[in-house]
């Protein structure tokens, strides 16, 4: 039976309400540890008081600089019962950019481990805001008195619920984008806006409390948080991996913990779907979810034969709009490229470069509507500009993704790509999208990716990069990726160069890193 609370104003008014209704239900399995709801209330509110005593107030910014743990998910849960916002870092950002994103947000607090003690120390002296650091590992001694230890705050201090001092409309939190394209900005998210992407995500996902999931998506990363406060709004549990460096032990906890559900990116599903699921007993799985783009139609056929009773969820989102479109599950085998419609609640249409709205299978530009698109860019008001613009209503704004779409007579959805990656090849603008689609489907092909590369005549010409299954390596090349295209692409889509690599650059949030390619 689903059970969806509405009486949640507040995220942290989740973690209460599920420790008050089930206080003994466990919550968070992660680092060899499983915590309970009332466990992680409890926890949350020490650390909360914590962060008061040292100085952070109301409206203040606390960062993460953090890999998944269960330190995380506390301290997430105590920034915001201090009164406090929280800020995900990439736990993969160099100190440089720490420092940027510190400065950039006026940083009050930092939750990082030991190990990274003493580049702290220097960045205290560097981001004058800073008053505190929280920091997980074993506690030891020689650092100031601004530093703490996460274990022996649980030790110090009081669980006393700190009153609150926020309301819906406040800011809940700010996600750094990876700064793919161009430099990482702040995504300012209320605790309306991330209230409303949760509940339409368990509508769509039908979660409930008997709902085991298991993600490895970073909670510096809108993904990754959407995971966990959805998990703690339906009342079940989350399994929360740092990783899918390794993937048997992954598989092997998803049946151990009878999972439910999974959530990942295309290519850490692809990384699954290469080991011999006939080993583990994943009956309980009743969905696959793919994060950041649609899964290729190739990779779908291998989960349906793998995981035949596991429904296969392909939506659409961002930082700045969450949950945008999702497909019916039922409709993954017609329609495998697409993302479906808007979620309810929301709206989606498809511009040209002159902002008229265009019609069924013509491609344009993305603009999404609703209260899942998010408030703008912390402290950037010319970022804030060029992607929310005024809206419909009085004091609205829409978002313009940047990302090309189009839809079918049926109103669904289909990504292009987007608007910098497409190649511009002579007198064609080809999608890379459709190429790595055929690429997937050789068989032997476990990642693909297209860029353009420069051409003196065309401007653009095509090149493929193709990371082989392990079986397949001594086999394939070069010469047989291009005889594949040419039997499966027009002339013009069929890449001049291709290269063979043992794997590809990823972002730290899990996708292909392109630009990194180029």
Same mark, same amino acid.
């Given at each position: 039976m689903?059970?969806i609370t509405r009486?949640?104003r507040?995220?942290h008014d989740?973690l209460?309400?599920?420790?008050?209704d089930?206080?003994?239900?466990?919550?968070?399995?992660c680092?060899?540890?499983?915590?309970t709801?009332?466990?992680?209330?409890?926890?949350?509110?020490?650390l909360?008081n914590?962060?008061?005593?040292?100085?952070?107030?109301?409206?203040?910014?606390v960062?993460?600089?953090l890999?998944?743990?269960?330190?995380?998910?506390?301290g997430?849960?105590a920034?915001?019962?201090a009164?406090?916002?929280?800020?995900g870092?990439d736990a993969?950002?160099?100190f440089?950019?720490?420092k940027?994103?510190?400065?950039?947000?006026?940083?009050a607090?930092?939750?990082?481990?030991?190990?990274?003690?003493s580049?702290?120390?220097?960045?205290?002296e560097?981001?004058?805001?800073?008053r505190?650091?929280?920091l997980?590992?074993t506690?030891?001694?020689g650092?100031?008195e601004?530093?703490?230890?996460?274990d022996k705050i649980q030790?110090?201090?009081?669980p006393?619920p700190?009153?609150?001092?926020?309301?819906?409309?406040?800011?809940a939190?700010?996600i750094y984008?990876?700064?793919?394209?161009?430099?990482?900005?702040?995504?300012?998210v209320?605790?309306?806006s991330?209230?409303?992407?949760?509940?339409?995500g368990?509508?769509y996902f039908s979660l409930?409390?008997d709902?085991i999931?298991?993600?490895?998506?970073?909670l510096?990363?809108?993904?990754?948080?959407?995971?966990?406060?959805?998990?703690?709004?339906a009342?079940?549990t989350?399994i929360l991996?740092?990783?899918?460096a390794? #993937?048997?032990a @992954?598989? =092997?906890?998803m049946e151990?913990?009878?999972?439910? %559900?999974?959530?990942?990116?295309? &290519?850490m599903?692809?990384?699954?779907?290469?080991?011999?699921?006939?080993?583990y007993?994943?009956?309980?799985l009743?969905?696959?979810?793919s994060i950041g783009?649609?899964?290729p139609p190739?990779?779908?056929?291998?989960?349906r034969?793998?995981?035949p009773?596991?429904?296969?969820?392909?939506?659409?989102?961002m930082a700045e709009?969450?949950?945008?479109?999702g497909?019916?599950?039922q409709?993954?085998?017609s329609?495998?490229t697409s993302?479906?419609?808007p979620?309810p609640?929301t709206?989606?249409?498809?511009i040209?470069?002159?902002g008229?709205?265009?019609?069924?299978?013509?491609v344009?530009?993305l603009?999404l509507?609703?209260?899942?698109?998010?408030?703008?860019?912390?402290n950037? #008001?010319?970022? @804030?500009a =060029?992607r929310?613009w005024?809206?419909?209503?009085? %004091?609205?704004?829409?978002c313009? &993704?940047?990302?090309?779409?189009?839809?079918?007579?049926?109103?669904f959805?289909?990504f292009i790509?987007?608007?910098?990656?497409i190649?511009?090849s002579?007198?064609k603008?080809?999608?890379?999208?459709?190429?790595?689609n055929?690429?997937?489907?050789?068989?032997g092909?476990v990642e693909?990716?297209?860029i353009?590369?420069?051409?003196?005549?065309?401007?653009?010409a095509?090149k493929?990069?193709i990371?082989?299954e392990?079986?397949?390596?001594?086999?394939?090349?070069?010469e047989?990726v291009?005889?594949?295209?040419r039997k499966?692409?027009?002339?013009y889509?069929v890449p001049?160069?291709v290269?063979?690599?043992?794997?590809?650059?990823?972002?730290s949030?899990?996708?292909?890193?392109?630009k990194?390619?180029?």
């Open positions: 689903r059970t009486a949640a507040l995220i989740i209460r309400e599920r420790a008050q089930r206080p003994d239900k466990v919550a968070l399995i680092d060899g540890k499983r915590l709801y009332k466990q992680i209330d409890l926890m949350s509110d020490r909360a914590a962060l008061r005593e040292r100085g952070v107030g109301d409206g203040d910014r960062l993460f600089y890999l998944n743990g269960c330190e995380q998910v506390v997430i849960f920034a915001l019962k009164n406090a916002v929280f800020v870092v993969g950002n160099t440089d950019t720490l940027k994103i510190a400065a950039n947000c006026g940083a607090g930092i939750f990082s481990y030991a190990q990274k003690a580049a702290l120390v220097d960045l205290f560097q981001v004058p805001s800073l505190v650091a929280v997980a590992g506690p030891g001694g650092l100031p601004r530093f703490l230890w996460f030790e110090d201090y009081s006393k700190i009153p609150c001092a926020r309301i819906d409309g406040d800011l939190y700010l984008t990876s700064g793919s394209t161009g430099e990482s900005k702040g995504v300012m209320t605790h309306r991330i209230l409303f992407t949760i509940r339409s368990i509508e409930s409390e709902d999931q298991l993600s490895p998506l970073q510096s990363f809108s993904p990754g948080i959407n995971q966990l406060l959805q998990a703690f709004l009342g079940g989350l991996e740092k990783s899918l390794f #993937p048997t @992954t598989l =092997k906890k151990t913990e009878k999972a439910t %559900g999974f959530s990942a990116v295309p &290519t599903i692809s990384l699954l779907m290469q080991q011999d699921l006939s080993r007993d994943l009956s309980r009743r969905y696959v979810t783009a649609a899964l190739a990779l779908i056929e291998r989960i034969k793998a995981l009773n596991a429904s296969i969820y392909s939506y659409y989102g709009a969450s949950y945008s479109l497909l019916d599950p409709q993954i085998d329609r495998p993302v479906g419609k979620f609640g709206q989606a249409w498809i040209d470069e002159n008229n709205r265009l019609p069924p299978e013509a344009g530009e603009i509507r609703g209260s899942h698109v998010r408030s703008g860019y912390w950037s #008001p010319e970022a @804030t =060029k929310f005024p809206g419909l209503l009085p %004091g609205e704004t829409v313009h &993704t940047g990302d090309m779409f189009k839809t079918d007579a049926e109103g959805f289909y790509g987007r608007s910098d990656e190649i511009k002579g007198a603008k080809v999608v890379p999208k459709e190429i790595e055929a690429l997937y489907a050789m068989e092909v693909a990716a297209v353009g590369i420069p051409d003196p005549i065309l401007g653009q095509i493929a990069f990371v082989p392990e079986s397949a390596r001594s086999s394939m090349t070069a047989n291009l005889q594949h295209c499966n692409l027009e002339a889509k001049r160069e290269e063979i690599c043992e794997c590809l650059p990823k972002t949030s899990g996708k292909i890193a392109k990194s390619l180029a």
